[in-house]
């Protein structure tokens, strides 16, 4: 859900008290990237109350688990937008197997965040785990509304 633009999150950066993202049009995408993976950070930092302790064995397992999950959606989508462009020239058998294809990729996602359920279960109390799953989805939330709210003031 990093496809999502940072442009028109400055409300949440205030709100989170942290700086604003970089302004002008000639932002590049991993600039907007990087500026949504620090909201990210500071709302899951606020929403999960970490002690120090706590952060130190939390934050690289959820970058380690964030960087896996980002491949596996990157590659999907790939292959999404592959069958799209290529959707008249490609058989019934091809077709097949891209439905086939995307299957086991969102298996794979499903698989990884379960073995990283694990994971977050032997650094943070289950109470804290179950608030990230929360957490995360109220992040893309907040996205998608300030997203909405841009595309509103646009039109």
Not at 37 to 62: D, G, I, M, R
Not at 70 to 95: G, P, Q, T, Y
Not at 106 to 121: A, G, I, P, S
């Amino acid at each position: 859900f990093l496809w999502l633009s940072a442009v028109g999150v400055q409300q949440t950066y205030a709100q989170m008290g942290a700086p604003p993202p970089p302004k002008g049009k000639g932002e590049r995408w991993h600039e907007k990237k990087d500026d949504i993976e620090a909201l990210k950070v500071a709302f899951l930092t606020e929403k999960l109350n970490l002690s120090p302790e706590e952060a130190q064995v939390f934050w690289p397992v959820y970058n380690q688990y964030s960087t896996q999950l980002r491949e596996l959606r990157k590659k999907r989508r790939e292959d999404i937008r592959d069958s799209k462009e290529n959707f008249d020239a490609m058989s019934e058998k091809d077709v097949e197997a891209a439905i086939d294809s995307d299957f086991m990729m969102r298996q794979k996602e499903l698989d990884l965040q379960k073995e990283y359920n694990d994971k977050f279960k032997k650094v943070l109390p289950v109470k804290k785990l179950a608030r990230l799953y929360v957490a995360e989805e109220q992040f893309k939330m907040v996205l998608l509304k300030k997203l909405q709210e841009r595309r509103d003031s646009a039109h």
